[in-house]
């Protein structure tokens, strides 16, 4: 097969910042997909459906003409969130999910949620009303090592939020481990999962072998060999409980390769030929269009797209940067060929 034509897709989980970065970055997501779920860890963080509507109005804004794209808005859970004001979010269309981050997991997360025990009775009002949950599935104990934290953390707070509330939609967003597709292949209906074209191409050695190398640090980090192939083994494996998630996340060259060596990575510029490379080295191109265009929209029970895309057979090199209003920023597969390009 040299040619591939799909249902226009969706992106169920990417950052998008804001301000000069947001203008420069919702273009490559825009050409591909046709929805993506916001995530809302801005500073501050989308805490609020009139905050969400304002963010929603700024992405719109970066469109370019022509260009048919809706982002959908995720809230940013606290310990102190408003359940009220969450469900008429949701009930107004303001809000598609809302967002559980570990307080200090991962970027602009520190208003994140200490315990989800503090929060039981805005989840208990999220699944009488039907909104799903998009977990950042890792614990934040500094006794918990790195690479334990996704495991851990099904054993400690998803496993007993499951069994508490089954009503409850989670997608378990950009898993990372084998113990990850066990827990979801083992899962009722109500659970969903997100993987990132990075950990179904690279395992841990792209950030440490040859010197660290910032631009392969994500959070959760890349994992072992054993866990890379078990995400490609789910994704391509056609179950619907598995769905198109970039967790495209972009910091300039300045704030990767600095002190802080910042984690995100971003893939938005050739996401779907970064996808469909990993399909097709696993002989599942019959595959993609359900995990790309079709798995994410039947769990968050939103219509299918009636576009569609293609993509042809053809080399395509990926640039080693590429410019953001003057500040570089280096893209997932920078300096690489991929076989597949998008028409």
Same mark, same amino acid.
């Given at each position: 097969m040299n040619e591939i034509t799909i249902r226009r897709p969706d992106d169920w989980h990417l950052h998008f910042r804001d301000d000069a970065m947001m203008r420069f970055v919702v273009p490559y997501t825009a050409r591909q997909f046709a929805r993506a779920i916001v995530m809302p860890n801005l500073t501050p963080p989308v805490t609020s459906a009139a905050m969400a509507k304002a963010y929603r109005e700024r992405i719109v804004a970066a469109v370019p003409d022509g260009i048919d794209f809706m982002p959908l808005m995720t809230c940013y859970l606290t310990d102190n969130t408003d359940a009220d004001d969450l469900a008429q979010g949701f009930a107004d269309g303001v809000f598609t999910a809302a967002k559980l981050y570990p307080a200090g997991a991962t970027t602009n997360s520190d208003s994140g949620v200490t315990d989800v025990a503090k929060i039981m009775g805005v989840l208990e009002r999220m699944a009488e009303i039907g909104m799903p949950l998009c977990v950042h599935g890792e614990v934040t104990s500094a006794d918990i090592d790195v690479f334990d934290r996704e495991a851990v953390f099904i054993d400690r707070v998803l496993g007993p939020l499951v069994e508490?509330?089954?009503a409850l939609r989670i997608i378990f967003e950009h898993?990372?481990?084998? /113990?990850?597709?066990?827990?979801?292949?083992?899962?009722? /209906?109500?659970?969903g999962a997100t993987i990132t074209p990075q950990h179904l191409h690279i395992n841990r050695n792209a950030m440490l072998v040859g010197g660290i190398r910032p631009h392969a640090y994500c959070l959760p980090v890349a994992k072992r060999e054993a866990h890379r192939l078990a995400l490609r083994k789910a994704a391509t494996s056609g179950s619907a409980k598995y769905f198109l998630g970039t967790d495209s996340a972009p910091h300039t060259r300045e704030a990767k390769e600095s002190a802080c060596g910042c984690a995100g990575i971003f893939n938005a510029p050739f996401a779907l030929e970064s996808y469909l490379t990993v399909f097709d080295e696993e002989g599942a191109l019959d595959k993609f269009e359900g995990f790309a265009s079709e798995n994410g929209p039947q769990f968050y029970r939103l219509p299918l797209n009636q576009g569609t895309v293609t993509l042809r057979r053809a080399e395509v090199r990926v640039p080693d940067s590429v410019d953001a209003s003057g500040s570089p920023v280096v893209p997932f597969h920078a300096g690489e060929t991929l076989r597949w390009t998008l028409v």
């Open positions: 508490r509330l089954p898993i990372t481990t084998s /113990e990850a597709v066990q827990f979801v292949d083992g899962a009722g /209906e109500s659970i």
